[in-house]
Protein backbone atom coordinates (compact mmCIF):
# COMPACT_ATOMS: atom_id res chain seq x y z
CA UNK A 1 0.00 0.00 0.00
CA UNK A 2 0.89 3.19 -0.61
CA UNK A 3 0.56 6.68 1.59
CA UNK A 4 -0.21 9.65 -0.37
CA UNK A 5 0.00 13.51 1.73
CA UNK A 6 -0.76 16.34 -0.75
CA UNK A 7 -0.25 19.63 0.94
CA UNK A 8 -0.15 23.26 -0.39
CA UNK A 9 -3.51 24.24 -1.15
CA UNK A 10 -5.19 27.66 -0.25
CA UNK A 11 -6.92 30.48 -1.34
CA UNK A 12 -5.85 32.82 -4.05
CA UNK A 13 -7.14 35.11 -6.21
CA UNK A 14 -7.25 34.72 -10.18
CA UNK A 15 -4.45 35.49 -12.02
CA UNK A 16 -1.92 33.62 -8.76
CA UNK A 17 -0.44 30.59 -8.63
CA UNK A 18 0.08 27.54 -6.01
CA UNK A 19 2.34 24.91 -5.93
CA UNK A 20 0.46 21.41 -4.41
CA UNK A 21 3.00 18.83 -3.20
CA UNK A 22 1.98 15.19 -3.54
CA UNK A 23 4.59 12.79 -0.72
CA UNK A 24 4.49 9.42 -1.20
CA UNK A 25 5.79 6.65 0.88
CA UNK A 26 5.47 2.37 1.52
CA UNK A 27 5.35 0.49 -0.80
CA UNK A 28 6.99 1.29 -4.00
CA UNK A 29 6.91 -0.10 -7.91
CA UNK A 30 9.14 -0.85 -10.58
CA UNK A 31 6.82 1.53 -12.51
CA UNK A 32 4.68 3.50 -12.33
CA UNK A 33 2.78 7.03 -12.93
CA UNK A 34 1.73 9.93 -10.24
CA UNK A 35 -1.51 11.93 -11.31
CA UNK A 36 -3.39 15.11 -9.90
CA UNK A 37 -6.80 15.07 -10.13
CA UNK A 38 -9.86 17.41 -9.04
CA UNK A 39 -13.47 17.32 -7.62
CA UNK A 40 -15.69 20.67 -7.34
CA UNK A 41 -18.98 20.29 -5.58
CA UNK A 42 -21.39 18.38 -7.18
CA UNK A 43 -18.82 16.96 -10.12
CA UNK A 44 -17.26 14.15 -11.33
CA UNK A 45 -13.74 13.73 -10.53
CA UNK A 46 -11.74 14.39 -13.29
CA UNK A 47 -7.95 13.86 -14.28
CA UNK A 48 -5.68 17.18 -14.51
CA UNK A 49 -2.11 15.94 -15.09
CA UNK A 50 0.14 12.79 -15.21
CA UNK A 51 3.82 11.93 -15.26
CA UNK A 52 6.07 8.97 -15.74
CA UNK A 53 7.86 8.69 -12.32
CA UNK A 54 11.04 7.08 -14.05
CA UNK A 55 10.73 8.75 -17.72
CA UNK A 56 8.99 12.10 -16.82
CA UNK A 57 6.71 12.01 -19.40
CA UNK A 58 3.96 14.40 -18.56
CA UNK A 59 -0.06 14.84 -19.81
CA UNK A 60 -2.30 17.50 -19.14
CA UNK A 61 -5.79 17.85 -19.68
CA UNK A 62 -6.95 20.54 -21.64
CA UNK A 63 -8.42 22.98 -19.71
CA UNK A 64 -4.67 23.45 -17.39
CA UNK A 65 -2.42 22.99 -20.66
CA UNK A 66 0.37 26.14 -21.10
CA UNK A 67 -1.20 26.75 -17.25
CA UNK A 68 0.56 23.56 -14.60
CA UNK A 69 3.40 21.88 -15.03
CA UNK A 70 3.81 18.52 -13.37
CA UNK A 71 7.34 17.61 -11.86
CA UNK A 72 8.48 15.58 -9.78
CA UNK A 73 11.50 15.11 -7.28
CA UNK A 74 12.59 11.15 -7.32
CA UNK A 75 15.30 11.44 -4.31
CA UNK A 76 12.32 13.21 -2.08
CA UNK A 77 9.71 10.59 -3.69
CA UNK A 78 7.40 14.02 -3.82
CA UNK A 79 5.43 15.05 -7.10
CA UNK A 80 4.70 18.63 -7.73
CA UNK A 81 2.19 20.58 -9.43
CA UNK A 82 2.65 23.98 -10.30
CA UNK A 83 -0.63 26.10 -10.93
CA UNK A 84 -0.24 29.33 -12.74
CA UNK A 85 -2.76 31.67 -14.06
CA UNK A 86 -4.97 30.15 -11.83
CA UNK A 87 -8.82 31.14 -12.52
CA UNK A 88 -12.13 30.34 -10.52
CA UNK A 89 -13.03 27.47 -12.29
CA UNK A 90 -9.97 25.94 -11.21
CA UNK A 91 -11.67 25.77 -7.48
CA UNK A 92 -11.74 22.22 -6.45
CA UNK A 93 -10.26 19.65 -3.95
CA UNK A 94 -7.28 18.55 -5.40
CA UNK A 95 -5.87 14.83 -5.21
CA UNK A 96 -2.72 12.86 -6.11
CA UNK A 97 -3.15 9.32 -6.98
CA UNK A 98 -0.72 7.00 -8.31
CA UNK A 99 -0.89 3.62 -10.19
CA UNK A 100 1.88 0.84 -11.39
CA UNK A 101 1.67 1.40 -15.13
CA UNK A 102 4.20 2.55 -17.85
CA UNK A 103 0.53 3.39 -19.98
CA UNK A 104 -0.93 6.77 -19.73
CA UNK A 105 -4.13 6.44 -17.99
CA UNK A 106 -6.86 9.58 -16.99
CA UNK A 107 -9.66 8.22 -16.34
CA UNK A 108 -9.78 8.03 -12.56
CA UNK A 109 -11.98 4.97 -11.92
CA UNK A 110 -8.46 3.07 -12.99
CA UNK A 111 -6.27 4.58 -9.98
CA UNK A 112 -6.45 2.92 -6.72
CA UNK A 113 -4.05 4.43 -4.53
CA UNK A 114 -5.23 8.13 -3.65
CA UNK A 115 -4.45 11.07 -0.87
CA UNK A 116 -6.82 12.89 1.25
CA UNK A 117 -7.23 15.84 -0.92
CA UNK A 118 -5.99 19.79 -0.89
CA UNK A 119 -8.46 22.50 -1.50
CA UNK A 120 -7.88 25.03 -3.85
CA UNK A 121 -10.35 27.86 -4.02
CA UNK A 122 -9.69 30.92 -6.32
CA UNK A 123 -11.42 34.26 -6.42
CA UNK A 124 -12.75 36.07 -8.69
Known amino acids: QVQLVESGGGLVQAGGSLRLSCAAS????????MGWFRQAPGKEREFVAT????????SYADSVKGRFIISRDKALNTGYLQMNSLKPEDTAVYLC?????????????????WGQGTQVTVSS
Open 97 to 113: AVKETSMLVTRPEYWNN
Open 26 to 33: GRTFSSYR
Open 51 to 58: ISWNGGST
